[in-house]
């Protein structure tokens, strides 16, 4: 969704936030890396590469038991998980896998173009999953800008 604002504000010319940043806030896994080093355990998942067995149990071993297994370009609660198993971890990640398909279709282009030459951000278009500790609490409150 930030990258398709980004879009917006360099097709009209309006001033706005660089897609470096428009990108860093929409992607829970480099907001956790850049900008909010989280207390929250979690851990990277590529569906779109080659997962075994040892390193789903890593993940598991890194985070615990029972977790939440959620989309790093994620909105509104949509896909997320509540992972209580290595065999819930594996069946989740073949399914993910099995329709997996880049988030970015209609801007990978544009993404890849003006991140030409930069490093920071290796994984343009990514659908990965963020897997990190589950919190059981009465209430829960999300704060979406």
């Known amino acids: 969704m930030y990258i398709y ?3 917006f504000l ?5 001033q706005g936030p660089s897609l470096t ?4 806030a929409y992607n829970k896994y480099y907001t956790r890396q850049y900008l909010d080093p989280s207390p929250i355990k979690y851990y990277y998942i590529d569906p779109s590469q080659p997962q075994t067995k040892d390193d789903l149990e890593a993940a598991i071993a ?10 790093s370009a994620g909105v509104g609660s949509c896909s997320i ?3 209580t198993s290595l065999d819930d971890l594996q069946n989740f990640i073949e399914e993910v896998r099995k329709s997996y398909q880049s988030g970015c279709d209609d801007c990978t282009e544009f993404v890849k173009k003006s991140l030409a030459g930069k490093d920071l951000i290796p ?3 990514s659908e990965g999953f963020i897997l990190e500790q589950y ?11």
């Open 5 to 7: 604002i980004y879009i």
């Open 10 to 14: 360099v097709l009209f010319r309006f």
């Open 21 to 24: 940043s428009a990108f860093l």
């Open 62 to 71: 890194e985070v615990g038991l029972p977790a939440i297994l959620k989309p």
């Open 81 to 83: 998980k509540k992972i």
């Open 123 to 125: 994984q343009e278009c």
């Open 135 to 145: 919190m059981d609490t009465p209430h829960k409150v999300s704060v979406d800008g």
